[in-house]
């Protein structure tokens, strides 16, 4: 499995804007979803974003995060990013990311995927 180290997490006004990174270990291939996953407090992980290389970069966003969030991918750093902006209270959790065990697309279960990273804090306040 590949080793997935999380950056960027924090605490942010309500309004505000983060951006989380994640460096993969070694070189995932590109054509395998790499996608963004989180957990609030008492509530189960869910699917955040995912990106894969088919040509063009596809990209899959979960509708509460759509239009304020924007996932990318540079398979020359084996690092994807996850542009969070208009973050609200309601996107505190921690968030993973995570690599798919097959190419398969779109990828949101999470069982999709078995390379996880450990995770990094977002707080946002009202």
């Known amino acids: 499995q590949v080793q997935l180290v999380e950056s960027g997490g924090g605490l942010v006004q309500a309004g505000g804007s983060l951006r989380l990174s994640c460096a993969a270990s070694?070189?995932?291939?590109?054509?395998?979803?790499m996608g963004w996953f989180r957990q609030a407090p008492g509530k189960e992980r869910e699917f955040v974003a995912a990106t894969r290389w088919s040509g063009t970069y596809l990209k899959d966003y979960a509708d509460s995060v759509k239009g304020r969030f924007t996932i990318s991918r540079d398979n020359a750093k084996n690092t994807v990013y996850l542009q969070m902006n208009s973050l609200s209270p309601e996107d505190t959790a921690v968030y993973y990311c995570?690599?798919?065990?097959?190419?398969?697309?779109?990828?949101?279960?999470?069982?999709?995927?078995?390379?996880w990273g450990q995770g990094t804090q977002v707080t946002v306040s009202s």
């Open positions: 070694e070189r995932t291939f590109s054509n395998y979803p």
């Open positions: 995570a690599v798919a065990r097959r190419p398969g697309w779109p990828s949101r279960k999470i069982g999709d995927f078995d390379s």
